[in-house]
Every structure is written in structure tokens, then in C-alpha cells.
């Protein structure tokens, strides 16, 4: 009898506690759906780690003594931005003293080594610690510029995030390095995590109006913030809304709800440079299946249709053979057209090169290497994109950058790891600072300002003159 009732205890604490854990996953739930909430869960502003930051003394977090200049940046809608500019390696190493600060060296900075656009995650500021190493990283062994911006709302940054705020904040550190000084195709979008949605949709905004930029690499991105919600695991274990697939229409509610979108997948067909994505097995936070759907959907345009049969119980033996033959022509095309590198120890790299493809300009369908020959005077050569997916072992959500192996895979690609340029003499010691452009206020470093004197796109000098890896791999490497 006491066993019964022991029993029966033990049920009904187990019946209740499923009830408190129901009860709190739906309320979670119900305040994701509250825009309020919703953009404090995604953006993670208010986390403001490291607390207290002195941003003006980045030696504090690992930076070399005087490498780092701590500015603001001007939005078009009157945001102010803090940012960091970074200088290279070889441009700090070559300055006669490092007890200057290096305003005065951005100038020449641009003009003698790429620059690193970098867009962080959510959470956290620009002196986080993992992000300084990504900063170190990309400095020293790439050698090349960085510029890091805190978003508005994050940090010592004014005014609240949402997505279109994060996208003018972006343009904005673009059009604040070509009023500096940089080429257009001295600049490479990187972001990381939540900064993949934000670059991306910088980079679809540059090719549509057709201004340079070097490429762009996306670290751990994800294809959409509605497909991150199917997918997210708390802790890569506990699904956050699977449970919702059994109710119907209960997802649905979720998704009509998401204020941010962040689509990345859909702005695929407009991001017209060379394209890097790289994520790790391991990471908990966003599946790698992201980047699988993100590189194949970069190679879709290049590949055969495939008719789908509408009722398979009607379907002829005709018609299935068409299907199966269609299958196997696309499985074909693909291997014909990615090369497959596998690499010990580190994961395995898919490559392909764009020389096809359909984009539509002006309503017209264009092919994919004619694109940026289109619509401008005298026409031009084509260029041919290449789309690059390294998926490696190891890394995470957060370390993915700071992996060797994939800094040399960058460094090759996108002409890092040699110098392109003769060295440039240094400016000299005694000349007066380096003056903010016409367009840019003293006090504030603006952007966001006009960029006719920059130019319209012209394409990118050859691989060869650029210094960039051009050896094509033809076996896999075991």
C-alpha cells in the first residue's frame, strides 16, 4: 500500500514539474513573438561584455600599443557608430615609432594593404575577447587592415538595432573607408554569426549598384533567422521549437511573428563577388547545414532542372526514366563542376568557379560571368566568381575565424599572403596628421556620405596581378 502511494507521489511531482516546464516554453515562446523581446533575444545588445570597456585604450584587451585607432562613424540617419581601425602588420611594424598614434597612418594604411570589413555576432562589443583575437589574427597573420564596428545599440554605439539599422551602419563603415582613402576592391565583407546577415545584405547592396569590394566570407552564418529558429538546439541538445511541429499551425505563428528576418539565402542571386563560407561540424549555436544550403544555393543557377513529377502514382515509365536520367545529369554536372579537397585533420573544402548562371538585370536574364559587363559603356570582360565552402572539424560557433587553417584558405583566395603592391613610402613624421575628408566632420569621422568620386564598378584585375593562389587542385588530398 505505501509502495502505491509512493509511487503515486512520484507521478503527480513528475505531472506538475512537465507542467511548470510547459508552462515556461510557452510564455518563452509567447515573448519571442513580442517584438520587444524578440529583438532583445536575437540582438543581445544589453550584453555589453567586456563591462565597462575602455574602448580608447584597446591595449587593455591584447592590442598592441598604438596599432588601434578608437573612432565614430556617422550613419546617413544620424546614428554615431564606435569603431575600431586596426592597422596591418607590416604597416605597424615599418612606422619609425609606435608611440604615435596612428590616425595619421590610415591613409597609407589602405593604400598598402587590403582592409578586413568586420561585422561581429550578436552580444558582446568590439573588445570581446574572442573578437580581439579575430583581430589579432587577421592583422598579423593575414596582414591586413581591420575595421570593427559595434552596431547601433551595442556598446558605446547610440540608438536601437533592427535590421535595416544594422544594414546602414554597415554601408556606413564601407563608404567610411573609401572617403579614407581605400579602393573598393581593397575591401573585404567578413562577417560572423549574426554579422553573416548583415554582410551579406552590404554585399547585395554594392553589386546591385555595382560598387567594388574585394568578396565576402561568412563565418558560422545561418540561411535566414527563420530557419535558425527551426533549428536551434539549446546547448546543440534541446530543440527550441520542434515541439511546436506536433501543434498545427503553431509554428507558423512563430514565424509570421519574427520581425527580423535576415535572409540571407535570399539575397544570394545579387552577391556578385567572390563568396567564402566556412563553419564548423561542431558548433552547437547554428548547424553547418546552413552553409551546405548557402553554397548550393550559389550553385544552383549553374546546374540542370529537374522536373519533378506533380502525381508519382501516375506517373509513366516514360516519364520516370526522363526523371531519374535528369537526377543523374545534375549529380554529374555538379561533380564536373566543384572540386572536392580533402584536408587531414582540419575537414574538407568544396570549390567551384561561376562562368555561368542567370542574373536578371534591368528585367533581362543575364548570365552569371556576363553580369558585370552588363549595362555599362563599351560593355567589358567578363569576370568569373569563384564560391568557396570550407567545412572544418573543429572550431565552434565563436572560433571558426581564428583557425590557422582557414586564415591561409583566406589568405590564398583572396591575395592575403602576398604583397600586391609596391611598398609605399611612409609618411613622414613631421607632416601634419592626416585630414578628414571634405565629406567628414573633425570631430565625428562620418559616413555615409556621397561616393562619386569613387566610380562605378569596374572589374577586378586578374588573379595573377592580384598575387593570388591560381593553382587548381586536381585530386583529393588524403
Known amino acids: ?4 502511494i509512493a509511487g503515486s507521489g512520484i ?3 513528475a505531472r506538475t514539474a512537465l507542467t511548470i516546464a510547459g508552462g515556461l516554453y510557452a510564455l518563452a515562446l509567447g515573448l519571442i513573438a513580442v517584438p520587444y523581446f524578440q529583438s532583445h533575444t536575437l540582438y543581445l545588445n544589453a550584453v555589453r561584455l567586456p563591462w565597462f570597456a575602455d574602448f580608447d585604450a584597446p591595449e587593455r584587451y591584447g592590442l598592441a600599443l598604438n596599432k588601434t585607432y578608437n573612432f565614430k562613424i556617422q550613419t546617413v540617419d544620424n546614428e554615431t557608430l564606435g569603431a575600431w581601425f586596426i592597422l596591418s602588420e607590416s604597416v605597424y611594424q615599418a612606422l619609425p615609432s609606435h608611440n604615435v598614434m596612428p590616425k595619421s597612418h590610415i591613409a597609407h594604411a589602405l593604400r598598402a594593404r587590403p582592409t578586413i570589413l568586420f561585422f561581429h555576432g550578436n552580444a558582446a562589443t568590439r573588445a570581446f575577447k574572442v573578437r580581439i583575437q579575430h583581430y589579432t589574427a587577421f592583422s598579423s597573420r593575414l596582414n591586413a587592415n581591420v575595421l570593427a564596428v559595434d552596431y547601433r545599440g551595442f556598446a558605446d554605439s547610440t540608438g536601437s538595432p533592427s535590421e535595416e539599422g544594422l544594414v546602414r551602419d554597415a554601408r556606413a563603415a564601407y563608404e567610411w573607408l573609401i572617403n579614407s582613402g581605400a579602393k573598393g576592391e581593397d575591401i573585404i565583407i567578413m562577417g560572423h554569426s549574426l554579422g553573416t546577415g548583415v554582410g551579406a545584405r552590404l554585399a547585395a547592396q554594392l553589386s546591385k549598384e555595382e560598387l567594388a569590394y574585394r568578396g565576402i566570407v561568412l563565418l558560422s552564418p545561418f540561411s535566414s533567422i527563420t530557419e535558425l529558429v527551426k533549428t536551434y538546439s539549446v546547448m546543440g541538445a534541446l530543440p527550441l521549437v520542434k515541439p511546436l511541429t506536433m501543434i498545427p499551425y503553431a509554428f507558423n505563428f512563430i514565424t509570421w511573428a519574427l520581425i527580423h528576418k535576415f535572409d540571407t539565402l535570399s539575397v544570394v542571386p545579387q552577391i556578385k563577388g567572390k ?14 547545414t546552413h552553409s551546405e544550403v548557402l553554397f548550393n544555393a550559389f550553385l544552383e543557377p549553374l546546374l540542370p532542372n529537374v522536373d519533378i513529377p ?3 502514382v501516375s506517373t509513366t515509365k516514360e516519364d520516370w526514366s526522363a526523371f531519374t536520367a535528369q537526377i543523374a545529369a545534375r549529380k554529374t554536372q555538379r561533380e564536373n563542376l566543384v572540386t572536392t579537397t580533402r584536408l587531414p585533420n582540419f575537414g574538407v573544402m568544396e570549390e567551384f568557379v561561376d562562368r555561368g548562371g542567370e542574373s536578371l538585370v534591368n528585367g533581362e536574364p543575364v548570365r552569371g560571368a556576363e553580369y558585370w559587363a552588363a549595362g555599362r559603356p563599351g560593355g567589358g570582360a567578363p569576370w568569373d566568381r569563384e564560391v568557396i565552402f570550407v567545412k572544418m572539424l573543429e572550431g565552434n560557433h565563436d572560433n571558426v575565424g581564428i583557425q590557422e587553417g582557414l586564415q591561409d584558405i583566406i589568405g590564398k583566395k583572396f591575395g592575403l599572403l602576398s604583397h600586391t603592391r609596391p611598398n609605399l613610402p611612409l609618411p613622414i613624421m613631421s607632416a601634419p596628421p592626416m585630414s578628414a575628408p571634405a565629406s567628414i566632420a573633425p570631430e565625428s569621422d562620418v559616413g555615409g556620405s556621397d561616393l562619386s568620386e569613387a566610380g562605378g564598378w569596374s572589374p577586378l584585375p586578374s588573379a595573377s596581378e592580384r598575387g593570388e593562389w591560381t593553382g587548381e587542385i586536381t585530386k583529393v588530398i588524403d
Request: glycine share 0%; no cysteine.
Open 11 to 13: 507521478l503527480t511531482k
Open 1 to 4: 500500500m505505501s509502495t502505491d
Open 310 to 312: 506533380s502525381d508519382p
Open 275 to 288: 563568396v567564402l563560407i566556412a563553419h564548423a561540424e561542431n558548433d552547437w549555436d547554428i548547424p553547418y
